[in-house]
């Protein structure tokens, strides 16, 4: 009698935390601590903040071993660590993974998260990546991994699903487009068009370089691209935007017009065109320190490099299914997105009216303070001018009885005789 004895494998999903900001975390545990790290597929390697970096939530090698000194210089910053060999479990896996200790961060921006899980399509070809080893430990049963991403923030509703994809996280089918050679996910599309009353202007007519990144929170356009953006805004659309800078961040801010903005088309292929709506590539709009209602976009100039980023923002939108085993990426779209059913005014609920509020009290506050120091300068210039006009009085009332005495003097003295 033969048993014969089918190992079953299947998916593997994994809840991610959408952090602040749009960033989203993965937690996975070793030496009894749980560390949330950014899940970004813009990212080659795995590091967690280390003793020296001050952090509340940090990473201390034991019982592992040492590999090399490792540093990492990318678009979002740089930092600097030794690199490990450490047992993590995630879920009910129990996996040697190799994890840097990072000793010094150079970050454009405040962390969340407590370190990096990197998915980028040169880690994913080393042996010793975390999807490898879920894969040969039997875990999942292919070579593929997807991001179902949830815009709410703080919220554990969004997903990174290991394996085979899952029809019921997209709707209609996965359109599939071939990834070039090169460390990142990268494809090459065709164009991207600036859509909108009746006109059609190209923002890129040539192959463009279109990199998906999950550590990256907005869509990042290179700088002559990025201004030309503003044009197109304000001369076809009347939308009176500027770059403005924030925290070393070079973005756009309009004017709020909910029947202006254009779309914006990304083309791949002949098959497969990505629309972005307004609702899409602008995170917030609300009232700025001079009362104007103003929006922020999701777009950030970069400098280093003729690529477009698409960042979770475009996850949000878009279910993204990556095959290692073909080097293909899926896109279809995602069963959490709603943001065309919102008006422009309702986008980003938790910043609207916020500077308006707070605007108004700065106000009411500013006039308060001049109130009491108007009573202030009234009640000590008060006394003060009494003083001055008693004095005054007295002055005159001296002057008066002064002038009398003298007149009584004169009236006096007998008349001179010859």
């Known amino acids: ?4 004895i089918i190992a079953i494998v299947s998916c593997l999903d994994v809840n991610l935390t959408n952090l602040q900001l749009n960033y989203y975390s993965l937690p996975i545990s070793a030496n009894n601590i749980t560390y949330n790290l950014l899940v970004d597929t813009g990212n080659e390697e795995m590091w967690i903040f280390g003793k020296n970096t001050n952090r509340k939530v ?4 034991q019982n592992c071993t040492p590999i090399q000194n490792k540093s990492i ?6 930092i600097n660590g030794i690199q490990y060999y450490q ?42 990546n975390l999807l490898k080893k879920l894969y040969f430990s039997n875990a999942i049963d292919t070579m593929q991994f997807g991001l179902l991403l949830n815009e709410q923030n703080c919220q554990s509703t969004s997903i990174l699903s290991f394996g085979k994809p899952k029809k019921n996280y997209y709707i209609n089918e996965l359109q599939y487009v071939k990834v070039i050679e090169s460390e990142s996910w990268t494809v090459k599309g065709l164009s991207v068009e600036i859509i909108g009353k009746n006109k059609k202007q190209e923002l890129e007519s040539q192959n463009q370089m279109i990199v998906f990144d999950s550590g ?20 076809n659309y009347n939308l009176n935007c500027q770059k403005e800078i924030q925290n070393q961040i070079n973005q756009i801010v309009c004017s709020y017009d909910d029947q202006s903005f254009p779309e914006i088309n990304i083309n791949i292929d002949t098959n ?13 709009c609300n009232y700025n320190y001079f009362l104007q209602y103003k929006c922020y976009l999701n777009f950030q100039q970069i400098d280093k490099t003729d690529v477009l980023v698409l960042g979770t923002v475009f996850f949000q939108k878009y279910y993204t299914h990556f095959d290692v085993s073909t080097f293909q990426i899926g896109i279809a779209k995602s069963i959490y997105y709603q943001r065309d059913k919102k008006n422009l005014s309702e986008i980003g609920n938790s910043y609207n009216n916020s500077m308006l509020y707070f605007s108004v009290i700065l106000v009411l506050i500013l006039l308060i303070a001049i109130y009491i120091l108007l009573k202030m300068l009234l009640k000590q210039s008060i006394p003060l001018y009494l003083s001055v006009l008693e004095k005054s009085s007295s002055r005159s009332q001296e002057q008066e009885m002064e002038a009398i005495t003298l007149k009584t003097q004169q009236n006096s003295q007998p008349p001179l005789t010859t």
């Open 1 to 4: 009698m033969i048993i014969l």
């Open 58 to 61: 940090y990473y201390e090698c």
């Open 73 to 78: 210089d990318n678009m979002q910053g740089k």
């Open 87 to 128: 047992t993590f479990a995630l879920m009910n896996q129990s996996l040697v993974l190799p994890i840097i200790d990072a000793y010094n961060v150079e970050y454009f921006y405040s962390m969340i998260a407590d370190g990096v899980i990197g998915f980028n399509k040169k880690q994913l070809q080393k042996e010793d």
């Open 216 to 235: 990256i929170s907005k869509f990042l356009i290179q700088k002559n691209k990025f201004n030309k953006l503003i044009d197109i805004f304000n001369e």
């Open 272 to 284: 497969l065109s990505l629309t972005l709506l307004p609702q899409d590539y602008i995170d917030y």
